[in-house]
Every structure is written in structure tokens, then in C-alpha cells.
């Protein structure tokens, strides 16, 4: 998981995720809600700026993690913008087949590039919690904020273990192919049939053993634990303000200037 | 002489019909370091987890600094808290992806003010030297360094006995030396009485102040390494051997006719039978 890799370099590592989970929320909710393409583009810089200069996140890592989503961001707006416009007064178009008419009109391409930048902009926030928390942080704050304790330490288990399960499998895969396992489609498809069947026992087996250490530690049916100690984070619900304030100012001053 | 844990005629047969413990009888001295040998299957993992009442025994009894230990519900956290277990795959003990939640949960469930919790959490990271890794994810941690995680883990809980299946299984041999130092420090430091199970027959000499040899669900021999070894022919009935230094000096003994001590099993004893020899051929 490469986001965790930098949640536990970040320089926010320490701090309560609480605030991190408002900050993030605050902006993500008024980038989606804003409908707006600058608000858009503001939200991904000021956002990227906050990952790398509060955070601490090289910019190298930050560029990776935000070319992540763009493949399908740009195949998605694309089919938005892109699409069968009858006799509507068109920026570019051609005729599929000869008979159905495609193209760009001003209208499609403005709603393509609104969705790119809204996306975008709440896919850098989401970044913002994802590489300054790290996943049992976040966990932990879900249960803070009342998510239901079932759900939670669900959560907590299935993260712990995803590794195992697929260290596990790559190891079982690793031996099949050994043993030419995966030479042509019909083998293959036995191959790895087998493959899951066997991970799914083995971790029959492991929950057996866990719930035995679990007890061992005297389990009485909650996983209650207790984290690292937090630096209160209050200054970023000042942050929050200040992002919140600036996204609805270029908002107001867009919706004046673009009637 | 006493004991910090005794077993009394333990039985335990599984639902399925397999009788893991067949009348077991064994006792641990206090502050010192048992070892409990045995091939795979003669049960290990079923004894410990009778001895700290996950399981609880069909017949026998146990008993803790020379009081029979209870198995009604109410009393099984204080057997736990008394009885320590590591298990021999740290990933099966490790459930949280963070190194400090997860040293904190035995004291978190003894109902600890947090305080508390976190004088003992940072001890016992202290002790087992991984400070360090607070700020790692369990899953980017090397084996070595889960089992030190899984051994805080069950030293916040500050138990007086602590059993460890297979303690050196799977580690380098420096990791097998630095986890052997670190229970000798726990035995020193702390006085916490030690039980480990293992078939790594080159440190028993080295480690153990008493030996059992667990077989079929029962002790069969049992006595100070020394004693242990100069049986080998049941050791090896039961699938073990002796540590390589001790078959060298049956070796010399029976087939070479040398006048070796055939009770030499570290380096530093067969060093002595060594120097003692080359003093009388002199």
C-alpha cells in the first residue's frame, strides 16, 4: 500500500485524525458542491501546496498518487464530452458510420471539464487524509466519530490481514507457477481455482489461531487498544476555515464575473 | 525448591477424538528457564493454551505458585494475565496494523487507567527493543521483529510465567541469539519464570536450567540438560538428536575410546574436555 507508506513519513503522522477528517470532509464537500471548474482547479493546487509544504510529502510521490485516477478520469470525460449531438451547432464533429453524427459542443466540453476538474479537486483532498493518516489512525477516529464498533474493528481485522492473505497467495502462486501451473487458459483457470480454495481454508485455519492468542490476551469481545499519543490538531480546523473561506470567495467571485 | 507453575495429570482430548494430552505431569521452578522438548504433534500448543485456560483440561490439575488454578469464567483473566503465551507465529498473535495499538491490548483488557497502559506499553517496547518501530506498520516489520512485538505484547500484561511455543523457529542465527539474550534479561530483570518449547537442540545446553521431553501427550524423561542428554537413544526414540557438540563427544567417546565427559554439550564445556586432555597427554 503505497499510501500508508507515506501516512507514517508525513508530518502530520502524530496528529489527532480528527481534525484531519473535518479539514478533509470541509473541502472535498464544497469542491463537489461548488459545481464550479475554477473552484475545481483551486481545491487541486491549494490542496497539493497543503500535501507537500504541511505535510511534508515529496512532490515526486504526490504527482504519482494524482496520476493514479487520471487514465479514468480522461476516458470518462472524454465520453462526456464526446457524443451523438443530433443537428446541434457543434465545436468539432464527424458522422459514425456515415449515418449518426458525433462531436463537441460548447455545452458537452464545459460539462467534461467541469466533472475533470471536480474530480480532480476532491481526489486532492482525499489525498490530503490518505497520506498524512495512516489506516489504523483513520480506523480509530471512524470509531471516535460513532461509526458502530462491529464495522470498525472489522475494518481494523480486514486490514491486518489483506497482507497476510495476499503475501499467502503470491507465495501459492509463485509455487504453481513453478510447477508450469499456469500453461495455457484451461490450466490456469484449475490453477488458480485451487489457489483460492486453499487460501480460503488456510485462513480458516489462521482465524483459529488468532481467536486462541486473542483470548490469550484476555479478548472479552472488544478489540479495544490504545493508540499512540496525538498532537491536538485544532490549528487545522483554522486551515479548514481559511480553504473553506477561499473556495467560496473564487466562487461568489466567479459566479459575478461569469454571469 | 518452588514452583512457579505445576501440571498435574493434565488430560485434554479434542472433540474430534484426538487425545493431545495423556496424562501430563511437569513443574516449572521459579525464575528460571524450562525447556519443554518435542517433535511436531506430541502437544505443545495444547498444553500452553490449558495453562492459561483458553482450553479448558479434562482431567488433572494445574497449579500456580501452589494453588490450584480455577477455570470458572470469572477467573480466567487473572490465569491469563498470570499465564503469558507467545505463539510461535507472530502473525497469528499480531492483529493490528499499528506496532503500539497492538502492544497495548493485553493492558487495555486488564482495565488499566490509561496512564498505566502507557507506562507499561512504553517498558515493555523499551525491553524488547522495538521503540524504534512504533512508527511502522505491522505488515512492513521483518519476522524477527514480529516476534519482539508479539513478546511486548504479552510482557505488559506483566505475567510471572511466560510460555513461548518455538521461540527461535524461522529466525537467522543472530536473531535466535538476540531473542534467546532478551529471555534471559526477562528472567533476570523481571524474575519472570520462562517455559519455551522447542526441537532446536543446540540451545537447550546453552539456555535451559531443566529439560522435559514431551512425547505422545506425555513427559518421558525429564531432568537438568545434562541429565537429558546422556540418554540420547530416547531422545532419539522421539525423533530429536543431541546438540551436535554432545554427539562429537559420544563420537570420541564410544568410537574413539577418548575419556571425554559425554555430559559436554556447549562449546564452552567441550573446550575445557579439550584443554583438560591436551593438559594429561602433556
Not at chain 1, 467541469?114 to 497520506?131: E, P, Q, R
Not at chain 1, 489457489?195 to 478489540?223: D, I, K, P, Q, W
Not at chain 1, 483554522?238 to 473564487?250: D, K, R, V, Y
Amino acid at each position: 500500500m503505497g499510501t500508508d507508506r507515506c501516512a507514517y513519513l508525513s508530518r502530520l503522522r502524530n496528529v489527532d485524525p480528527i481534525p484531519k477528517v473535518w479539514f478533509t470532509l470541509a473541502v472535498l464537500l464544497i469542491c463537489v458542491f461548488a459545481d464550479s471548474v475554477v473552484v475545481g482547479l483551486f481545491t487541486l493546487a491549494a490542496l497539493s501546496v497543503l500535501n507537500i509544504v504541511v505535510g511534508g510529502q515529496r512532490t515526486g510521490d504526490l504527482l504519482h498518487f494524482l496520476k493514479v485516477p487520471l487514465a479514468f478520469l480522461i476516458i470518462g470525460c472524454l465520453t462526456i464530452a464526446i457524443r451523438p449531438i443530433g443537428q446541434a451547432e457543434a465545436l468539432w464533429a464527424f458522422r459514425l458510420l456515415g449515418r449518426w453524427r458525433w462531436g463537441i459542443t460548447a455545452e458537452n466540453l464545459r460539462l467534461g471539464l467541469l466533472v475533470f476538474c471536480k474530480a480532480m479537486g476532491a481526489v486532492s483532498a482525499m489525498y490530503f487524509l490518505s497520506l498524512n493518516t495512516p489506516m489504523t489512525d483513520l480506523t480509530m477516529a471512524l470509531e471516535r466519530l460513532h461509526v458502530p464498533k462491529l464495522f470498525v474493528e472489522l475494518m481494523e481485522l480486514i486490514y491486518r490481514f489483506i497482507f497476510l492473505l495476499a503475501g499467502e497467495a503470491g507465495r501459492i502462486k509463485v509455487a504453481q507457477e513453478s510447477r508450469l501451473g499456469y500453461r495455457g487458459f484451461r490450466r490456469s483457470m484449475h490453477s488458480m481455482g485451487e489457489l483460492l480454495s486453499t487460501v480460503f481454508v488456510r485462513s480458516l485455519h489462521r482465524g483459529n489461531r488468532v481467536f486462541s492468542a486473542l483470548e490469550s490476551r484476555g479478548y472479552t469481545g472488544s478489540l479495544t487498544t490504545l493508540p499512540g499519543q496525538y498532537t491536538p490538531g485544532r490549528w487545522l480546523y483554522g486551515l479548514a476555515a481559511a480553504t473553506a473561506a477561499c473556495q467560496l470567495l473564487i466562487l461568489i467571485a466567479e459566479r459575478r464575473l461569469l454571469p | 525448591m518452588s514452583y512457579a507453575i505445576e501440571v498435574r495429570s493434565l488430560t485434554y482430548t479434542y472433540a474430534d477424538g484426538t487425545k493431545a494430552l495423556n496424562g501430563i505431569s511437569f513443574a516449572a521452578e521459579a525464575g528460571k528457564v524450562t525447556g519443554i522438548l518435542g517433535s511436531n504433534g506430541a502437544g505443545k500448543s495444547t498444553l500452553f493454551l490449558n495453562m492459561n485456560g483458553v482450553l479448558t483440561p479434562q482431567g488433572g490439575e494445574v497449579l500456580l505458585d501452589g494453588q490450584p488454578v480455577s477455570y470458572a469464567r470469572r477467573d480466567l483473566p487473572e490465569l491469563r494475565r498470570k499465564v503469558g503465551v507467545v505463539f510461535q507465529d507472530p502473525d497469528d498473535q499480531l492483529f493490528s496494523a499499528d506496532v503500539y495499538r497492538d502492544v497495548s491490548f493485553g493492558a487495555v483488557n486488564l482495565g488499566l487507567p490509561e496512564s498505566e497502559v502507557r507506562r507499561r506499553v512504553e517498558d515493555a517496547m523499551e525491553r524488547t527493543g522495538i521503540t524504534a518501530l512504533r512508527d511502522k506498520p505491522t505488515h512492513a516489520l521483518s519476522y524477527g521483529q514480529k516476534k519482539r512485538v508479539a513478546i511486548a505484547g504479552v510482557l505488559v500484561m506483566e505475567p510471572s510465567v511466560m510460555i513461548l511455543d518455538e521461540p527461535t523457529a524461522g529466525l537467522d542465527p543472530q536473531g535466535v541469539s538476540d531473542i534467546m539474550g532478551l529471555l534471559q534479561e526477562i528472567r533476570d530483570k523481571l524474575g519472570i519464570t520462562i517455559i519455551l518449547a522447542t526441537h532446536d537442540m543446540d540451545i537447550i545446553p546453552l539456555y535451559c536450567d531443566h529439560v522435559y521431553l514431551l512425547s505422545g501427550g506425555r513427559m518421558v524423561s525429564d531432568g537438568t540438560p545434562e541429565d537429558v542428554f546422556s540418554h540420547p537413544e530416547i531422545l532419539r526414540e522421539n525423533h530429536l538428536r543431541l546438540p551436535r557438540i554432545a554427539h562429537l563427544m559420544e563420537i570420541l567417546s564410544d568410537r574413539d575410546g577418548v575419556d571425554v565427559s559425554r555430559s559436554a554439550a556447549t562449546i564452552s564445556a567441550a573446550r575445557q574436555e579439550i584443554l583438560r586432555l591436551l593438559h594429561e597427554g602433556r
